[in-house]
């Protein structure tokens, strides 16, 4: 097996899909499926799995995926290791992300970043929010962009919130109101993901804690894949806000506000060590987080109005 068939086998896993892995990587998508063939022709299995018309990981590609993350931050700290030894003509970052930050936030951001610094040598790792955090206290990343994650031994910026949003495809008969009471949708079909998460933990704790029973009609690994059965009127979702507004925005989701609940709020936030200040070229990186997240859009905005005025009433 070659690095980089690990290293797109990695991205399909993070992108959920070829066709994304593809322009995360920046090559065509016949040539992450011959990366992803000349791998499993190697080993002898498949890594992914095709269900329902989405990929899955193989029991074979779990096994694999802990020991791919390990030789790529094998080479990625070699690399870095070689690059300090050279003349100052740059700099370096090491970035840690959680998997929806670094799906639907970071890309933009690291357009704008590498513009403005292209002799940076960056290094964007993904992950959980406790595997950035793990990352950020080894010292494997200078900075973690994360989801709602604090520690003693961090400092925690909060760049702005990404509450969980129920969204269905709006020809579903149960986005029809727009609106429901919790009881409602509990009957509703619903869709979780990444069983034991976070996200799924706060998702099934809104019902529970009133004592009620959510209808899960499916399950799945993570997001990306949520999001698409939903695209199939599959069912209805709480997805983070940074993964659905361009579809919100464009009409191919719509939300249904719960009105008798809270909102489940979730945060985007950069974590750093305490006892290690940041590098210049992290602190170069902040300032671009801070202005990605300072723009708001429309949708945002009068959501939380909507919000606010409701409660009022």
Known sequence: MEFNQLETFLAVVSYGGFHRAAGALRVSQPAVSARIKALEDSLGVQVFERVRSHLELSPAGKALRPHAEKLLRDVALARQAVHELQPAV???????????????????????YQAANPGTVVSLRSGNSQDVLKMVLDGEADIGVVRSVNHPEVETLTL?????????????????????????????????????????????????????LPNVVLEVEGIEAARRMVERK?????????????????????????????????NIDVIHPRHRPLTRDAQTFLLVLKAAAAVDTSFAKKRRKHHRTSKRK
Do not use: C
């Open 90 to 112: 740059g700099g370096a970052l090491r970035v840690a992300a959680a998997f929806s930050i670094s799906t639907y936030f970071l890309p933009d951001v690291m357009k704008e």
């Open 160 to 212: 702005r919130d990404d509450p969980l949003i129920l969204v269905g495809h709006p020809a579903h008969p149960a986005t029809r109101k727009r609106r429901a009471t919790l009881e409602e949708a509990e009957s509703f079909p619903l869709i979780f993901y990444d069983k034991g998460s976070s996200d799924w933990t706060l998702s099934q704790g809104l019902f529970r804690r009133v004592g009620l």
């Open 234 to 266: 599959l069912g209805l979702a709480f997805l983070p806000q940074i993964a659905v507004m361009s579809d919100l925005q464009r009409g191919i989701l719509v939300a249904v506000e719960i009105s008798n609940a809270e909102p489940v709020q979730r």
